[in-house]
């Protein structure tokens, strides 16, 4: 009987201790404020595409998950909107926050990057780059400029998903709009084609953080 009782004190004290025990602490984000990132690095491997965040910020590119790193807008991106209808799917109450498409020092010079896709392994030596969904306080878009004329490539203000398609081979940099301070959300999803057969690979969505300061 004492055997027993030691026995069912010893599993009360077992459950009670891993009740008492902790989950693992989360860890903690990856910020990223200024300097170099392809946010969208796409790579072609064993017949799968992927997708990274590929970090330049530091003195060595680091490959990171997107979905461990926030994305910091600062008040110094904050600009005012050109005035004009062809800028009218950007800001609010003619503010805005960019990251601008040149290398500017104090922001992220954001861009995408396909290098890494082998030539003639998919069709047309392309990936499409899909934006399905955004969240946040308010719009969101991509842009070139060129001439003082935008170019929209994404835009979440008139509906969403939106496509583009991306040549293999492209280190490419762009204007990353937001309508208001706030933190967002941006869920893409990057397809190809396969040369051999003809099947659609794709990367899976992935959700990238932007914490826009005010």
């Known amino acids: 009987m004492r055997t027993r ?6 599993l009360a ?3 009670a201790l891993l009740a008492g025990a902790s989950a693992p602490a989360a860890a903690a984000p990856i910020v990223l404020s200024s300097g170099h990132v392809d946010a969208i690095d796409v790579d072609y491997t064993g017949g799968a595409l992927t997708v990274d965040l590929l970090d330049g910020t530091g003195t060595t590119d680091v490959e990171r998950n997107p979905a461990d790193v926030v994305l910091q807008v600062p008040s110094a991106a904050r ?11 950007l ?7 960019v990251l601008p498409q040149a ?17 003639g392994v998919l069709q047309n030596n392309r990936v499409s780059f899909r934006l ?10 991509i842009y070139t400029v060129s001439g003082g004329t935008p170019t929209v490539l994404f835009d979440s203000g008139n509906g969403l998903p939106d496509t583009l398609n991306v040549n293999r081979n492209t280190h490419a940099h762009v204007n990353w709009g937001f309508d208001a301070a706030g ?10 084609t396969r040369a051999s057969d003809g099947s659609t690979i794709t990367s899976g969505a992935q959700t990238w953080t932007f ?3 005010a």
Not at 183 to 192: H, I, S
């Open 211 to 213: 914490e826009v300061l």
């Open 132 to 141: 399905t969904n955004v969240t946040g306080p308010a719009g969101f878009s």
């Open 79 to 89: 600009l005012t909107v050109p005035g004009g209808g062809a800028w009218s799917f």
């Open 5 to 10: 009782n030691r026995l069912l004190a010893g």
């Open 13 to 15: 004290l077992t459950a």
């Open 103 to 119: 290398s500017t020092a104090g922001l992220l010079w954001a861009g995408w990057n396909t290098t890494d896709v082998p030539s």
């Open 91 to 97: 800001g609010t109450d003619g503010q805005a926050w």
């Open 183 to 192: 933190t967002y959300t941006v869920t893409f999803e990057v397809t190809g």
